[in-house]
């Protein structure tokens, strides 16, 4: 088979998304959950092709623009990386929302986008920043402790902003790109330790250290295929507002500087979700850049038609 597709590539904060806008595979047109199950089982050749090598790379994350199911909804968006399937994404949805507008699609305001955690706000601002009022947020388990092999015993939280996250601070490296090889390295051995804990659907990992600058905070987020955040990460910083809130750290509405490894930062605050004030509404504020407008060909001859593997 050969083929053709269209894709806008951007940034957010540094962390690359590439959102299909043709070409992609038929997906039918129930809910974005179940059309995420016929991705995953049927057309994984597609994730494969458009993000891994020879057309990507390992810290791309795809998103496929569908037409959504819930008619308050404007669209709907499947987000993948290298390894697998996203529920949420937002660095991705501020990417997504940087590409609508590009293409002429939405203009300044409101939109609401359905995912396969649920459905999200997005609102372009004057400014050109993007804010995304993600799904419910919170915390399952607090200072859970695990013996992350050679960096000997890390204590964290177990929080979900969209993905699930164990969170926690480390006193023996800085959070600072100096440190991104040994932070990936503490990173994989603390989500072996936690999945091995009984959290085994934890695939994201997130380190907090000191701020540089104007911010209350400095994360780095491992991701479930091994590569880092760029950014502060949108369902990273999610899962720690949601921490934040459950321990009385940070009051409704206040504001939290989440800033990432490279530097770069997300604005964002939460209300309460729920009466019982178990769970959040976070908002994150953020800024993309549109990279490339490319096509990707798929070629039927070409050994890796369907990306490295
Ligand atoms: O911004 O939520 C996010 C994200 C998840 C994985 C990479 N970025």
């Known amino acids: 088979m050969s083929g053709e597709i269209r894709a806008v590539d951007s940034h957010t904060a540094g962390e690359p998304t590439r959102i299909v806008l043709d070409g992609g595979p038929s997906l039918g047109d129930g809910t974005l959950a179940e059309r995420l199950a016929i991705f995953r089982s049927t057309h994984d050749a597609y994730r494969r092709a458009i993000i891994t090598e020879p057309r990507g790379s390992d810290v791309l994350v795809g998103g496929l623009l569908c037409e959504p199911h819930d008619p308050s909804c404007q669209a709907g968006v499947i987000f993948f990386n290298n390894v697998g399937f996203l529920g949420m994404c937002g660095h991705g949805l501020i990417g997504l929302v940087e590409t609508l507008r590009a293409e002429g699609k939405i203009d300044v305001g409101q939109i609401h986008i359905e995912t396969p955690v649920g459905k999200v706000a997005a609102t372009l601002h004057d400014d050109g920043d993007i804010s995304v009022s993600n799904v419910e947020s919170y915390r399952v388990a607090k200072d859970i402790e695990v013996h992350a092999d050679a960096f000997g015993t ?10 699930w996250f164990f969170l926690t601070n480390t006193p023996q490296l800085n959070v600072a790109r100096s440190e991104i090889s040994n932070l990936t390295d503490m990173a994989c051995a603390i989500r072996r330790a936690v999945n091995e804990a009984g959290y085994p659907d934890v695939d994201h990992i997130e380190i907090f250290g000191e701020p540089e600058g104007q911010a209350d905070s400095r994360n780095f987020v491992l991701c479930p295929g091994l590569e880092y955040d760029r950014s502060p990460c949108g369902t990273g910083t999610s899962a720690k507002l949601a921490c934040l809130a459950a321990d009385g750290k940070l009051a409704p509405h206040q504001t939290w500087i989440q800033q990432g490894v490279l530097g770069t930062s997300f604005a964002c605050e939460y209300s309460w979700a729920d009466a019982e004030q ?8 953020g800024r993309a850049f549109i990279t490339a407008e490319t096509r990707l060909k798929l070629t039927a001859d070409d050994p890796f038609c369907w990306g490295i593997q």
Do not use: F
């Open 154 to 163: 890390v204590c964290g939280d177990v929080a979900y902003g969209g993905n």
């Open 278 to 285: 178990t769970r959040i509404k976070p908002t994150i504020r």
